[in-house]
């Protein structure tokens, strides 16, 4: 009886030293990060450069800001960098929206670096 005994205590501590080797983590849901107010044209943006320009690679993002046009239009601008094989330029978006911030159009301008 004392052998089976040993060997259950020996298990046991066995199991534990394994078991305490391995990190302990508690999972928790992370916060949920506000979305900023511009991400929805930044997506239209990302979305109508792609379809304008479709040998293209999308490089990088950037919005450039918002501003008020003098009738109170809103307007929001991003620059993205697009690359075709070893050609690279960039594109200023500018998404023009009502008062209410409703949709009125888009326009590209290509820029040099």
Request: with cysteine.
């Amino acid at each position: 009886m004392m052998k089976i005994s040993l060997k259950l205590f020996c298990w046991i501590m066995a199991s534990f030293l394994v078991c305490s080797s391995l990190p302990f983590t508690v999972s928790a849901e992370s916060p949920r990060v506000q979305e900023p107010a511009y991400a929805k044209w930044g997506r239209l943006a990302v979305f109508e450069t792609g379809k304008r320009y479709p040998d293209y690679d999308i490089v990088d993002y950037l919005y450039v800001g918002r501003t008020t046009a003098q009738n109170e239009d809103i307007v929001e601008r991003f620059k993205l960098w697009i690359r075709k094989g070893a050609s690279e330029k960039g594109v200023i978006i500018t998404i023009t929206l009502t008062p209410n911030g409703v949709f009125k159009g888009i326009s590209f301008q290509e820029t040099a670096r």
